[in-house]
C-alpha cells in the first residue's frame, strides 16, 4: 500500500519546479495583459513578486524569450514583446479551429449517449 502514497485517483502528483512555477505565472500575466507594452521590467521585481529566487526566474525568462513572449535586454530587464495583427489573427484562426473541433467531439460525445 505504501508504493501507491503518490497516486491520486490512478495519475501521479507531480510538483513543479521553482522554475516551472515562475515561466507559468510569468507567461500566464504576459497572456492576461498584466505586464505594460514597453514597460521595462527588472528580473529583480518579479522575483519579489514571485517570492521565487533569481536562478529559477531567469531560467523561466530565458525559455520565455526564445519563445518570443519577452526580449532580454542587458543591464535594464525585460520588455514584454507586443503582438503584432499577423499573430493576433494566427491566434485567432487557430482558436476557431480548434474550438470548432471541440464542439465537434463533444456532439459526437452527447449523440453516443443518445
Known amino acids: 500500500m505504501e508504493e501507491n502514497k503518490d497516486i491520486l485517483l490512478g495519475k501521479?502528483?507531480?510538483t513543479l519546479s521553482y522554475k516551472e512555477q515562475a515561466y507559468n505565472l510569468i507567461k500566464d500575466a504576459i497572456?492576461?495583459?498584466?505586464?505594460?507594452?514597453?514597460?521595462?521590467?527588472?528580473?529583480?521585481?518579479i522575483c519579489n513578486e514571485l517570492g521565487i529566487?533569481?536562478?529559477p526566474v531567469r531560467e523561466a525568462l530565458i525559455e520565455l524569450?526564445?519563445?518570443?513572449?519577452i526580449t532580454i535586454i542587458r543591464g535594464r530587464?525585460?520588455?514584454v514583446t507586443p503582438v503584432t495583427?499577423?499573430?493576433?489573427?494566427?491566434?485567432l484562426e487557430v482558436r476557431i479551429f480548434?474550438?470548432?473541433?471541440?464542439?465537434?467531439?463533444?456532439?459526437k460525445e452527447l449523440m453516443m449517449k443518445i
Open 12 to 14: 501521479f502528483i507531480k
Open 31 to 45: 497572456l492576461f495583459n498584466k505586464f505594460r507594452i514597453g514597460a521595462i521590467y527588472s528580473q529583480e521585481s
Open 53 to 55: 529566487s533569481r536562478t
Open 65 to 69: 524569450q526564445k519563445e518570443g513572449y
Open 77 to 79: 530587464g525585460i520588455e
Open 85 to 91: 495583427e499577423e499573430d493576433a489573427k494566427d491566434i
Open 98 to 107: 480548434y474550438e470548432k473541433i471541440m464542439l465537434f467531439l463533444r456532439l
